[in-house]
Each structure stands twice: as structure tokens, then as C-alpha cells.
């Protein structure tokens, strides 16, 4: 995963956080879950980058066994 994307899901994830703490404190549900939405997307990105490099590492594994 390239840095950027990491920084942007960790960025959302934060921002989820923030928000759903203020939601609770001001006791304004729709903010509250807006942030939950949020976390839950940004750790579904932050998955998806992952299984993207894990996919690419093992194709790039399996065409150097078969060069050989």
C-alpha cells in the first residue's frame, strides 16, 4: 500500500472517531453514527490496500519461481 493511501484510511478512521465522539457528547446520534460510518469505511479501504499488495507480493513470487 503506498503511503498516501495509508495516511488517507488512518485519516478517515481518526476523523470517524472525532466525530462520533462529538456526536456522543452533544448528544447528536446522526453525527454520532456518521462517524462510526466513517471508521467502518476507512477500515474497509485500509483492507482492501492490504489484500491488494498481498495479491500483487504473491503473483510477483509465483512469475519468479516459474522464470527460473
Known amino acids: 500500500m503506498s ?3 495509508k495516511a488517507k484510511d ?3 478512521q ?3 472517531e472525532v466525530k462520533e465522539k ?9 453525527l454520532r453514527v456518521e462517524g462510526q460510518a466513517d471508521q467502518v469505511e476507512g ?3 485500509e ?3 492490504d489484500l491488494r499488495d ?3 507480493d504473491g503473483v510477483a513470487g509465483l512469475k519468479d519461481k ?3
Not at 462529538?22 to 446522526?30: A, C, I, L, P, R
Request: aromatic share 4%; proline share 0%; no cysteine.
Open 3 to 5: 503511503i498516501v493511501d
Open 54 to 56: 498481498h495479491t500483487a
Open 22 to 30: 462529538v456526536g456522543e457528547k452533544t448528544d447528536n446520534q446522526s
Open 43 to 45: 477500515h474497509a479501504k
Open 10 to 12: 488512518k485519516a478517515q
Open 47 to 49: 483492507t482492501g490496500h
Open 66 to 68: 516459474f522464470n527460473r
Open 14 to 16: 481518526l476523523i470517524g
